[in-house]
């Protein structure tokens, strides 16, 4: 299977926004939909994101819709997401992940630590 590897995470304050990159190994096939959850220790894994193969449709948790946005560039076998108006709540670690569909994952990266304070 080919790797996923995570960028772009930080210390950012609130109210900041940051745009984290996946970069995939090998060629993203048009027909891997790839997600974006999130992860703080002691909590269950919390779906963000999805988008299908050709970008054509994308998915969202409500809680990120209008803050979040997702995106692909299947040239540069990357996927994106966009994050605006940061809250100390969105503290976690970022994983991107490969699955058949919007909020399952197959595999994924080790994650970038996003950190938002107040």
């Known amino acids: 299977q080919e790797q996923l590897i995570e960028s772009g995470g930080g210390l950012v304050q609130a109210g900041d926004s940051l745009r984290l990159a996946c970069a995939a190994s090998?060629?993203?096939?048009?027909?891997?939909?790839m997600n974006w959850f999130r992860q703080v220790p002691g909590k269950q894994r919390e779906f963000l994101a999805a988008?299908?193969?050709?970008?054509?449709?994308?998915y969202y948790a409500d809680h990120v819709k209008g803050r979040f946005t997702i995106s692909r560039d299947n040239v540069k076998n990357t996927v994106y997401l966009q994050m605006t108006s940061l809250k100390p709540e969105d503290t976690a670690v970022y994983y991107c992940?490969?699955?058949?569909?919007?909020?399952?994952?197959?595999?994924w990266g080790r994650g970038t630590q996003v950190t938002v304070s107040s």
């Open positions: 090998g060629r993203t096939s048009s027909t891997i939909v």
């Open positions: 988008i299908t193969g050709t970008g054509d449709s994308t």
């Open positions: 992940a490969v699955g058949p569909g919007p909020r399952v994952y197959h595999y």
